[in-house]
């Protein structure tokens, strides 16, 4: 029983100080034997090893199955297409060179489209340099007029598709497959050793973003990308010249009328049309007390002050106006009454020393753009609305949108006239080296701080038209200013009558000019009455 004792814990528990022993497997486990615990009579037998093994055998074979499985479905594929090479996308991925011409190695090409047929001749020339010489090859159209298609144009497309090449050669399949019945393109090209190399582009072959392709010194058919040919696709209007309206040759106005290369000086400019019950005369200011001040005056139909739109009319006329095509090669009298330019919706004429310019533009065409010719047009140019944006503008929109704009050193004095208020300044203005202050100004006879008065007249030129309604009021002015000028003694005087519960009639010397805000005056009165209490403004 000691043995017993020293190999077994009676307890179940492990000896601290034996050595950890091999599993042990009772060869009379299931068997009741004078030794067994009899609670444990009732336990299951441990389960075997050999379960384990079995799992491990039985994922070998499925890995061995599953690898020869993979095996043939790679060697099945690779002996189809060798049996099949256009198979998978009908390609290979080789490369091929069906094209590769320069332009001066080609003395026609004639390429069809869905637009027609298209004769286009080249004509060569050295051109020698102190280093090198270069071939220069000039582009033209059989039939087309010399004036309007452009050589450039025509190299862009042809040096595009002179030189081809593919990835994918296909075969296996019929013309009609190819659609080299009826073509998308065709292109014949003529080389400067007589021989002739053919194109024939089918149609998009089986939903990819290519054309099948035959070349005439080739066997094969090709795919070449889309995008490659796509430039054959064109009609006549896509080998015009960039048209434009040309500029007026301010080179040879002078300073008088030029400044940094751009028109600023002219004596008219007029616009008529259908956005203009009568004509728009705008003229420069030869005021000189303002000219610095508001550069350009509109004469008629009524008496204003020129605005920021006046300088986009000289930068059109300094500049040109761009197009994008053509509508008309021609400026015959049926082609302007087709697009609208016998009756224009704007016609703008400049005078200038000794040059008229006149300008007619259509109203918006069914494509979006403006049909515009110039007095010297060949063609009616096709312009984008961007390139005009002043073709809508209404009298007022050429309005200058300040109530008044002048210099206070050109001012003498300044009387404001209010209900139950009347204020007059004097202003003395010194540029003088030696002078103490710049500017002495006296309210009612009082000097006052000037930098406050300076304050004010910043607030009052920056006086801005609420809209040029110009319809009478019989309301009486509530608030009057009279400005006198030190050059000549001249006067102006600006009144401001009531016209709505928001808005006053404004008069320069007794003409009615538009509305302007209440709240922008009623601040006027409130800051000039601070000014004369010898306060700031604020």
């Known amino acids: 029983m000691s043995d017993l004792n020293q190999n077994n814990n009676l307890n179940g528990v492990p000896d601290e100080n034996s050595a950890p022993e091999e599993a042990y497997v009772d060869e009379f486990a299931g068997?009741?034997?004078?030794?067994?615990?009899?609670?444990?009579?009732?336990?299951?037998?441990?389960?075997?090893?050999?379960?384990?093994?079995?799992?491990?055998?039985?994922?070998?074979?499925?890995?061995?199955?599953?690898g020869v499985t993979l095996w043939y479905v790679l060697t099945y594929i690779k002996t189809m297409e060798e049996k099949n090479p256009d198979s998978n996308n009908n390609s290979s991925t080789t490369s091929y060179e069906l094209l590769s011409l320069k332009e001066e190695e080609v003395n026609q090409v004639?390429?069809?489209?869905?637009?027609?047929?298209?004769?286009?001749?080249?004509?060569?020339?050295?051109?020698?340099?102190?280093?090198?010489?270069?071939?220069?090859?000039?582009?033209?159209?059989?039939?087309?007029?010399?004036?309007l298609i452009s050589s450039d144009k025509i190299s862009n497309i042809i040096s595009g598709v002179l030189k081809l090449s593919s990835t994918h050669e296909i075969s296996g399949h019929t013309d009609e497959t190819y659609g080299f019945a009826t073509p998308t393109?065709?292109?014949?090209i003529t080389k400067t050793d007589g021989s002739v190399v053919t194109v024939t582009v089918?149609?998009?072959?089986?939903?990819?973003?290519?054309?099948?392709?035959?070349?005439?010194?080739?066997?094969?058919?090709?795919?070449?990308?889309?995008?490659?040919?796509?430039?054959?696709?064109?009609?006549?209007?896509?080998?015009?010249?960039?048209?434009?309206?040309?500029?007026?040759?301010?080179?040879?106005?002078?300073?008088?009328?030029?400044?940094?290369?751009?028109?600023?000086?002219?004596?008219?400019?007029?616009?008529?049309?259908?956005?203009?019950?009568?004509?728009?005369?705008?003229?420069?200011?030869?005021?000189?007390?303002?000219?610095?001040?508001?550069?350009?005056v509109i004469s008629s139909p009524e008496s204003r002050m020129g605005g920021e739109a006046v300088t986009e009319l000289l930068t059109m006329f300094s500049s040109g106006?761009?197009?994008?095509?053509?509508?008309?090669?021609?400026?015959?009298?049926?082609?302007?009454?087709?697009?609208?330019?016998?009756?224009?919706?704007?016609?703008?004429?400049?005078?200038?020393?000794?040059?008229?310019?006149?300008?007619?533009?259509?109203?918006?065409?069914?494509?979006?753009?403006?049909?515009?010719?110039?007095?010297?047009?060949?063609v009616i140019c096709k312009v984008p609305a961007s390139n005009i944006t002043f073709v809508d503008y209404k009298a007022t929109d050429f309005y200058g949108n300040q109530v008044y704009m002048g210099s206070i050193t050109d001012l003498s004095n300044m009387t404001f006239v209010s209900e139950g208020m009347q204020h007059s300044f004097d202003i003395v203005y010194d540029d003088s080296d030696d002078a103490e202050e710049r500017f002495v100004i006296s309210c009612d006879g009082k000097k006052i701080t000037a930098s406050y008065f300076q304050n004010f007249y910043q607030e009052y030129v920056g006086l801005t038209v609420a809209d040029f309604d110009t319809s009478s009021t019989s309301n009486e002015a509530v608030f009057t200013v009279t400005m006198t000028y030190t050059a000549d003694g001249s006067k102006k005087t600006i009144s401001f009558y009531p016209s709505?519960?928001?808005?006053?009639?404004?008069k320069i010397d007794?003409?009615?000019?538009?509305?302007?805000?209440?709240?922008?005056?009623?601040?006027?009165?409130?800051?000039i009455e601070r000014v004369a209490e010898g306060k700031d403004i604020q």
């Not at 009579?41 to 070998?60: D, E, F, Q, R, T």
């Not at 001749?121 to 087309?144: D, P, R």
């Not at 393109?185 to 014949?188: A, R």
């Not at 003409?511 to 409130?526: C, D, H, N, P, Y």
Request: hydrophobic fraction near 35%.
């Open 510 to 527: 007794g003409e009615s000019m538009g509305r302007v805000g209440t709240s922008e005056v009623s601040r006027l009165i409130k800051f």
């Open 321 to 378: 106006i761009s197009s994008s095509g053509i509508y008309s090669t021609d400026v015959l009298s049926s082609s302007l009454k087709q697009y609208g330019l016998d009756n224009p919706y704007m016609t703008i004429v400049l005078k200038v020393a000794n040059v008229t310019r006149t300008i007619k533009i259509s109203a918006v065409q069914p494509d979006g753009n403006y049909a515009v010719v110039a007095d010297d047009s060949e």
């Open 110 to 147: 004639v390429i069809t489209n869905k637009n027609g047929t298209f004769t286009f001749n080249a004509t060569h020339s050295i051109k020698e340099s102190s280093s090198s010489s270069s071939t220069e090859t000039v582009w033209a159209m059989l039939g087309g007029e010399e004036k």
């Open 202 to 296: 089918g149609k998009e072959f089986m939903g990819q973003s290519a054309y099948s392709t035959s070349v005439s010194s080739k066997e094969s058919v090709y795919l070449v990308e889309k995008t490659t040919l796509d430039n054959l696709d064109f009609g006549e209007e896509d080998l015009y010249k960039s048209f434009s309206i040309s500029a007026v040759d301010v080179a040879s106005l002078g300073e008088k009328y030029v400044t940094n290369g751009t028109l600023t000086s002219f004596e008219s400019i007029t616009i008529s049309g259908k956005n203009y019950s009568k004509a728009l005369v705008i003229n420069m200011n030869n005021n000189e007390l303002f000219s610095a001040y508001l550069p350009y």
């Open 185 to 188: 393109y065709t292109m014949n």
């Open 31 to 66: 068997f009741d034997t004078i030794f067994s615990d009899p609670a444990e009579h009732k336990k299951k037998a441990p389960k075997s090893n050999k379960n384990s093994v079995i799992k491990i055998v039985i994922s070998c074979l499925l890995v061995v199955v599953l």
């Open 500 to 506: 709505s519960a928001t808005k006053y009639l404004y």
